[in-house]
């Protein structure tokens, strides 16, 4: 079935424009007719992150949730991963993250999570289309039957001390200059708050929000100024999280990046060690790197794949029994603590790695060298560019060149119009060869 709303990571686009009070109010009535089952007090716990837009979308599934009956409990900015732990820890009926992650602040978007906290598979996404494009009104509640909403204290806190509890009890970062930068999003106040409780010299960038800088020049996306940072302060680890908080980055101490596929595979040899690790192995997407799979069968290990897409890495993981997954853009998901990608607390994870072998960020957090590996976007207009003859036989072509050395993937997005295509292998030369010729068939039936 073709999905009229929902993309790769909930409800997505431009706010007011797709994104709307409209939409939005829709949603909650949706979403609330579903998820409201037996006859106890309803209620939907909602948090967002800190674009300008959300203070509209907020209102306005405020009135969807309450005109069906449920009450609304509002957080405030807290991070994507904090909804899922406080939906369930709440026992909520129904959690909501409105965010639009690393995108920029024009863009916004609505995320739902279930009553375990986890984000609502394909199955009920679909059904909440469905009750989208009906007669919503004669559903609505009774006037007596109408929901409340308030706004609700200490949350902050609590997750500051759930992401604490991740690590050992005995654990303190002290002595550790960690530079932190929140993207101006969600996490502007736990993470640097989490740091400096765990005893860390914490240097915070990107904890200004405006309601206009989320993701601008900062966060995981866009990793110049915490380089210049960790440089210039001389620290020893940077971590950079995303809008709403469920990607990392970190910076090494000569202000290199260290990227998904070097996180996961930190995480998983500690745990390993430890006789945590699940699954013997870990889950990621397509997108990862041959180096990391390569790395991980040299010490035993399996790396599964699936499609782009946390909530596709979450669902292998819980099919099959492992319990550390992630994408190499960051999100990396523990299952032993979280139902989705928590950023900061991958980075508290690689923060205890740091301090029990006593090593440079560099030395700790390189374990294989990436192939070589190319991705480049074109955008569309509008049609499928992908079922053109000349790009099917572009693509046939390339992956011919690459061989059994190498991978071609060729992708839409699910949360833009946009066409990704990847490759990788031991030929760096071949490598950008095959991309450049799929985007040039691309580019001339994408405009």
């Known amino acids: 079935m073709v999905r009229r709303y929902f993309g790769t990571d909930g409800i997505r686009g431009r706010a007011n424009k797709v994104i709307t009070p409209d939409l939005a109010l829709r949603v909650g009535q949706a979403a609330g007719l579903i998820f409201k089952n037996g006859d106890h007090r309803h209620r939907v716990l909602i948090g967002k992150d800190t674009r300008l837009s959300g203070y509209m979308i907020e209102n306005a599934l405020v009135a969807g949730f309450t005109s069906v009956?449920?009450?609304?409990?509002?957080?405030?900015?807290?991070?994507?991963?904090?909804?899922?732990?406080?939906?369930?820890?709440?026992r909520a009926d129904l959690g909501v993250m409105i965010s639009a992650s690393h995108n920029p602040y024009d863009?916004?978007?609505?995320?739902?999570?279930?009553?375990?906290?986890?984000?609502?598979?394909?199955?009920?996404?679909?059904?909440?289309?469905?009750?989208?494009?009906?007669?919503?009104?004669?559903q609505l509640a009774n006037s007596g039957d109408l929901g409340r909403a308030k706004r609700i204290?200490?949350?902050q806190d609590r997750y500051i001390e759930f992401a604490k509890r991740t690590l050992p009890r005995a654990l303190d970062l002290a002595g550790l200059r960690v530079v932190i930068d929140c993207a101006n999003g969600a996490?502007?106040?736990?993470?640097?708050?989490?740091?400096?409780?765990?005893?860390?010299?914490?240097?915070?960038?990107?904890?200004?929000?405006?309601?206009?800088n989320i993701n601008k020049d900062c966060g995981s996306t866009d990793l110049g100024a915490i380089s210049r940072k960790v440089r210039e302060m001389r620290a020893d680890i940077g971590i950079a999280l995303d809008g709403d908080a469920d990607r990392v980055m970190i910076v090494d101490e000569l202000g290199r990046v260290v990227d998904g596929d070097q996180l996961l595979a930190v995480i998983a040899e500690s745990w390993k060690e430890d006789g945590r690790l699940q699954g013997n192995g870990v889950v990621s997407t397509v997108m990862s790197n041959l180096g990391l799979e390569r790395h991980l069968q040299s010490i035993g290990l399996d790396l599964?794949?699936?499609?782009?897409?946390?909530?596709?890495?979450?669902?292998?993981?819980?099919?099959?029994?492992?319990?550390?997954?992630?994408?190499?853009s960051g999100h990396?998901?523990?299952?032993?603590?979280?139902?989705?990608?928590?950023?900061?607390?991958a980075a508290l994870q690689v923060l205890s790695v740091v301090k029990r072998h006593n090593k440079p960020v560099s030395d700790v957090c390189h374990r294989f060298e990436p192939l070589p590996q190319i991705l480049k976007n074109i955008r569309y207009q509008a049609g499928k560019p992908m079922e053109s003859?000349?790009?099917?036989?572009?693509?046939?072509?390339?992956?011919?060149?690459?061989?059994?050395?190498?991978?071609?993937?060729?992708?839409?997005?699910?949360?833009?119009?946009?066409?990704?295509?990847?490759?990788?292998?031991?030929?760096?030369?071949?490598?950008?060869?095959?991309?450049?010729?799929?985007?040039?068939?691309?580019?001339?039936?994408?405009?």
């Open 187 to 212: 996490a502007y106040k736990v993470a640097p708050g989490a740091l400096w409780e765990l005893g860390a010299d914490v240097v915070p960038i990107g904890v200004d929000p405006d309601g206009f």
């Open 389 to 447: 003859a000349a790009v099917i036989s572009a693509i046939a072509s390339a992956e011919k060149k690459l061989g059994q050395g190498g991978r071609l993937l060729v992708r839409p997005s699910g949360t833009e119009p946009v066409i990704r295509v990847m490759a990788e292998g031991d030929d760096k030369a071949l490598v950008e060869q095959a991309v450049d010729d799929v985007i040039e068939a691309l580019g001339k039936v994408a405009a």
């Open 107 to 138: 863009d916004n978007g609505i995320k739902l999570f279930g009553p375990d906290g986890f984000k609502l598979n394909d199955a009920v996404e679909v059904q909440i289309e469905t009750l989208l494009d009906s007669d919503l009104g004669k």
């Open 69 to 90: 009956g449920m009450d609304v409990l509002l957080t405030g900015p807290i991070p994507t991963p904090a909804v899922g732990m406080l939906t369930r820890s709440m």
């Open 332 to 345: 990396i998901i523990m299952s032993d603590y979280t139902t989705t990608g928590d950023g900061f607390v």
């Open 153 to 155: 204290d200490g949350v």
């Open 304 to 328: 599964v794949r699936t499609p782009v897409g946390d909530r596709y890495v979450l669902e292998r993981m819980r099919a099959d029994g492992y319990n550390v997954g992630g994408e190499q």
